[in-house]
């Protein structure tokens, strides 16, 4: 039995040498393709150059604009939040809980009691948003 393994062992090492050998040994494919094709690119006309340049260099591509139209707005543009051009406050949505509602408005995450955007936010009930900037009450309702 120990007889056998160490035969094995013998062999695997033997093939493992003359396959690091023949790795060093041979060109690698790169250097074995220049060598065999340097006569044929000396012959090579300036004119076939250009010719055979223009057929492997990529032309531009243009974007084409997707026909994509079923969602009103791009949901990755940010609507409502401060510094962008709309600066009117937006309800996202609302996630109820009779203990603690939370609301999305202008892309923040709010509670009763917190500010967003200057407003207080006074109620949240399962439909619309109660804000106060103080002198008066705004409603946000859910579209």
Do not use: C
Request: aromatic share 4%; charged share 25%.
């Amino acid at each position: 039995m120990k007889n056998k393994k160490l035969v094995v062992l013998i062999i695997l090492g033997i093939g493992a040498i003359l396959s690091l050998i023949y790795g060093i040994t041979t060109p690698s494919r790169g250097k074995r393709s220049a060598a065999t094709s340097r006569k044929p690119q000396e012959a090579v006309t300036q004119d076939n150059t250009a010719q055979h340049a223009s057929k492997i260099v990529p032309t531009a591509r243009r974007a084409k604009k997707t026909e994509f139209t079923t969602w009103k707005r791009n949901p990755f543009t940010p609507t409502g939040v401060p510094g962008t051009s709309s600066s009117a406050l937006t309800l996202g949505g609302i996630m109820w809980q009779e203990v603690s509602p939370k609301a999305m408005v202008s892309n923040e995450i709010v509670g009763i009691g917190d500010k967003v955007g200057g407003y207080k936010v006074i109620d949240i009930k399962k439909d619309r948003v109660v804000l106060s900037d103080g002198k008066e009450n705004h409603t946000l309702y859910l579209k």
